[in-house]
């Protein structure tokens, strides 16, 4: 009789064999989707089980939009409620866009806890943990994009209702575009606070030298070149024209446009700089 002895593999090695195997899985695009978005549920569940997670898309844009209303409102258009108008889709943009930095900040964490570590071992798509991550932060955009615009029509503007909802759609889609860079960002960087120091040093500039809070006309001439090939004033421009009169334009065709090739771009980037983590 023959006896075989197996002896336990190290759990260094399991993962390792694990991480090969699963490079060497063939997923479906069906696959991938379903999984992403089981990855997204995931993100919901730690939102519930964290609250506060939920701060800054509640209290900035009803802080942001009150402030700058009564601030700038008389200054720029006489009064506050011809501002109006002007103001909250730039708020509602600033509000939105600045809140995707926050998803390279909890990648960036989850990936220090080691929690991505555990993602890769299991035979998915490399790209769901991601895109899961991303999509769950999808609902921080829309209740930021819900919130403003309560807090405008509260203070007395009149949007398009179908103006509204083509708004709020074009903002989820730009947003989620942008948060790939962030995501990027969580992948190449140490800390989460160097991820949030260094996107906040972009997004900042880019947001106030844009056409978001005050006329262009009231610029230097070397700024007012800068600001109008900002793709914030493109989305700004296309959320104001929609809330006006439902007017679907050539900003929004850009800002589509721009969305449809940050993704093309820093998705393929993130994705890769995530699995090389892994070696």
């Known amino acids: 009789m023959t006896t075989t002895i197996t002896g336990a593999m190290p759990a260094s090695s399991i993962s390792t064999a694990a991480v090969r195997t699963n490079a060497?899985?063939?997923?479906?695009?069906?696959?991938?989707?379903?999984?992403?978005?089981?990855?997204?549920?995931?993100?919901?569940?730690?939102?519930?089980?964290?609250?506060?997670?939920?701060?800054?898309?509640?209290?900035?844009?009803?802080?942001?939009?009150?402030?700058?209303?009564?601030?700038?409102?008389?200054?720029?258009?006489?009064n506050v409620h011809a501002y109006l108008p002007v103001i909250i889709p730039g708020i509602l943009v600033q509000t939105v866009i600045v809140t995707s930095v926050v998803t390279?900040?909890?990648l960036r964490e989850d990936m220090d806890k080691g929690v991505f570590d555990r993602f890769r071992s299991l035979p998915i798509a490399r790209i769901s943990p991601l895109a899961g991550a991303l999509l769950a932060d999808v609902v921080?955009?829309?209740l930021a994009t819900l919130i403003t615009f309560a807090v405008g029509i509260a203070m007395g503007w009149r949007p398009d209702?179908?103006?509204?909802?083509?708004?709020?759609?074009?903002?989820?889609?730009c947003s989620f575009a942008v948060s790939w860079i962030f995501a990027l960002m969580g992948c190449l960087?140490?800390?989460a606070s160097t991820v949030q120091g260094?996107?906040?040093?972009?997004?900042?500039?880019?947001?106030?030298?844009s056409n978001a809070f005050v006329p262009v006309d009231t610029m230097?001439?070397?700024?007012?070149?800068?600001?109008?090939?900002?793709?914030?004033?493109?989305?700004?421009?296309?959320?104001?024209?929609?809330?006006?009169n439902g007017h679907v334009g050539v900003h929004v065709v850009w800002s589509l446009v721009g969305a449809a090739i940050i993704t093309a771009v820093f998705a393929p980037l993130?994705?890769?700089?995530?699995?090389?983590?892994a070696k």
């Not at 230097?220 to 006006?244: D, M, Y």
């Open 189 to 191: 960087m140490s800390k």
């Open 161 to 173: 209702p179908v103006g509204v909802i083509g708004s709020t759609l074009l903002v989820l889609v």
């Open 198 to 209: 260094v996107s906040m040093l972009i997004m900042f500039p880019l947001t106030f030298m």
């Open 140 to 142: 921080r955009y829309l």
């Open 104 to 106: 390279g900040t909890q």
């Open 24 to 78: 060497k899985t063939s997923v479906s695009l069906a696959e991938t989707i379903r999984q992403s978005f089981t990855m997204g549920y995931r993100g919901l569940l730690k939102i519930r089980h964290n609250p506060e997670q939920l701060f800054d898309v509640v209290l900035q844009p009803i802080i942001f939009t009150v402030m700058f209303t009564y601030i700038f409102g008389g200054a720029i258009s006489g």
């Open 220 to 244: 230097p001439g070397w700024l007012q070149g800068f600001v109008k090939v900002n793709p914030i004033s493109h989305l700004v421009t296309a959320v104001r024209e929609l809330c006006t």
């Open 270 to 277: 993130a994705v890769g700089a995530y699995i090389r983590n």
